[in-house]
């Protein structure tokens, strides 16, 4: 059974930085493409980041030059390095797996997989 468990969120004043996790169990992380998304209350799921089973990474603009997407093989755990934190980084973070369509967009088909969420909250 695959499972997501995030964590590292918390508060942060704007210019901070957190390292949010992804423990992931079930399968090794190289054979998925992953990637984070974010939610703000009234707003609809954005893509943040992925990453490809090949290390290839994308970065959506509003956190591009900010944000790094990691994996740890042998920790089999993502990672978003999250620098300069602003504000409108305030958001509900969820972690995903996919096998097709997060390899090179930012979506997760029926049969990916979410974590349960971790709440970054950014004040000015």
């Known amino acids: 059974q695959v499972q997501l468990v995030e964590s590292g969120g918390g508060s942060v004043q704007a210019g901070g930085s957190l390292r949010l996790s992804c423990a992931v169990s079930g399968y090794r992380v190289g054979t998925y493409c992953m990637g984070w998304f974010r939610q703000a209350p009234g707003k609809e799921r954005e893509g943040v980041a992925r990453?490809?089973?090949?290390?290839?990474?994308f970065y959506g603009d509003s956190v591009k030059g900010r944000f790094t997407i990691s994996l740890d093989n042998a920790k089999n755990t993502l990672y978003l390095q999250m620098n300069s934190l602003k504000p409108e980084d305030t958001a509900m973070y969820y972690c995903?797996?996919?096998?097709?369509?997060?390899?090179?967009?930012?979506?997760?088909?029926?049969?990916?997989?979410w974590g349960q969420g971790t709440q970054v909250t950014v004040s000015s």
């Open positions: 990453i490809g089973s090949d290390d290839t990474t």
């Open positions: 995903a797996a996919d096998r097709r369509y997060l390899c090179y967009m930012m979506y997760v088909g029926s049969s990916g997989n």
